[in-house]
């Protein structure tokens, strides 16, 4: 099997494990606040979740292009295994915390160490051959959202049976696992003489140099609407789901319409890279973008929660073509040397999306309504699919031979 294709599968099951671990105790950050560390004021548990869930996103934010240009300079596998250990060790001792401010100092750290998944992605594009980047990317894409998806479920499961404390052990061990696959079966070809050799510029002064490139612009501006559109109303689904289907197994049906999504998500992913490859990822992008922003319309205007969880799995196959197609065009226009410091700062952008989505949803909620947030992130969608539409990529940055 080709080195690119072990990489491949290796870094599948490290996304898989990496999120399936982040995300099995962060849906139910509130419970945990309430049982293991004894407050009781609802808008106590309110402040103290908000401010732990955000906290991990203001520090990847900051931190990421620092970790790029260290990437580009040492090798991507040796910040993908930093990011793996530190996540995995920062995580067990999330479950010794005893105060709230605990588990914020922890997660601020967790941010600043994080990046597993920018590495990552670095590290397929960078192994990968280029008829094939927007399946590698799909795939890739693939394994972060099935354990996004898996992740609540079993957190769950594990609540119920062992109590919210042993998920950060176990998220630890999930987390210490994918760092061990990529340690002993990822290969990467890495000249560290050349990249020594380099001019070594600062992230301020790579950020300039990545500026003037209006296609990779234009593509971190898409990923933070991306993210911005999807989170604004992420925190009020279980409201709405209440809304149309009462008290009875809420907890259930608000888990369904999120993972139905995912599951659509994961599905469509790797058959949207694939299709890349054939007509070009900025022309699935924009497809991508258009159609996604077109579910969120009938989301403003169903009675049901059936219809809800159609209109949500639609919108995952269309979700399945944005990531991917974002990643492989950044690959495409960036310059050699530079590519781990470009999906930095996508990924911060990434970041901002997720802290600027659910701030802007909770304060407008009342004004607009979950109804009138589907039809914002419709027009943003689109608004973004029409500025794809607008930009050239057919023309990637010159590489060296």
């Known amino acids: 099997m080709p080195q690119w294709k072990i990489n491949l599968i290796v870094l599948w099951f490290g996304q898989f494990l990496t999120l399936a671990g982040m995300t099995m105790i962060m ?14 004021d609802e808008h106590e548990i309110a402040e103290w979740t908000g401010i732990i869930f955000a906290g991990n996103f203001v520090t990847a934010f900051l931190f990421q292009p620092i970790w790029g240009r260290l990437a580009d300079r040492h090798g991507r596998k040796v910040m993908l295994l930093r990011s793996g250990f530190g996540m995995a060790t920062v995580t067990v001792l999330m479950g010794f915390a005893t105060e709230p ?10 941010g600043t160490i994080s990046g597993f998944n920018p590495a990552a992605v670095a590290l397929v594009s960078a192994t990968t051959p280029k008829e094939k980047m927007g399946f590698a990317m799909g795939v890739i894409q693939s394994g972060l959202i099935a354990g996004t998806v898996m992740g609540p479920l079993m957190g769950g499961a594990f609540a119920d049976q062992f109590g919210f404390r042993p998920i950060f052990y176990i998220t630890g061990g999930l987390l210490f696992c994918a760092s061990l696959l990529a340690l002993f079966l ?3 070809k890495f000249d560290r003489e050349k990249a020594a050799a380099a001019p070594q510029i600062s992230v301020l002064q790579g950020w300039k140099a990545l500026r003037g490139i209006r296609p990779l612009m234009v593509l971190l501006s898409v990923t933070f609407l991306i993210q911005f559109s999807l989170m604004n109303t992420q925190s009020l689904i279980p409201l709405f789901v209440q809304e149309l289907h009462g008290t009875a197994n809420l907890a259930f049906w608000s888990g369904t319409v999120g993972a139905v999504t995912g599951i659509s998500n994961m599905l469509a992913a790797p058959l949207l890279g694939r299709l890349s490859d054939r007509i070009g990822a900025h022309r699935v992008l924009g497809f991508s973008l258009a159609g996604a922003g077109i579910m969120f319309i009938p989301q403003a205007f169903v009675g049901a929660v059936w219809q809800l969880l159609a209109a949500r799995f639609l919108l995952g196959l269309f979700l399945g073509g944005l990531v991917p197609s974002v990643n492989a065009l ?3 226009h960036t310059p050699e040397g530079m590519e781990s410091r470009a999906y930095s700062f996508n990924s911060s952008m990434l970041s901002l999306g997720n802290m600027a989505g659910p701030v802007f949803g909770g304060l407008t909620s009342s004004l607009l309504g979950i109804k009138g947030l589907f039809l914002l992130s419709a027009v943003l969608l689109m608004l973004n699919s029409a500025l794809v539409a607008h930009t050239s990529f057919t023309k990637a940055t010159a590489r060296p031979s």
């Open 27 to 40: 849906p139910f950050l509130s419970l945990y606040l309430q049982s293991d560390f004894g407050l009781r």
């Open 101 to 110: 401010w605990h588990l914020l100092a922890l997660r601020l750290l967790n």
């Open 186 to 188: 990822v290969r990467e």
């Open 330 to 332: 950044i690959r495409r």
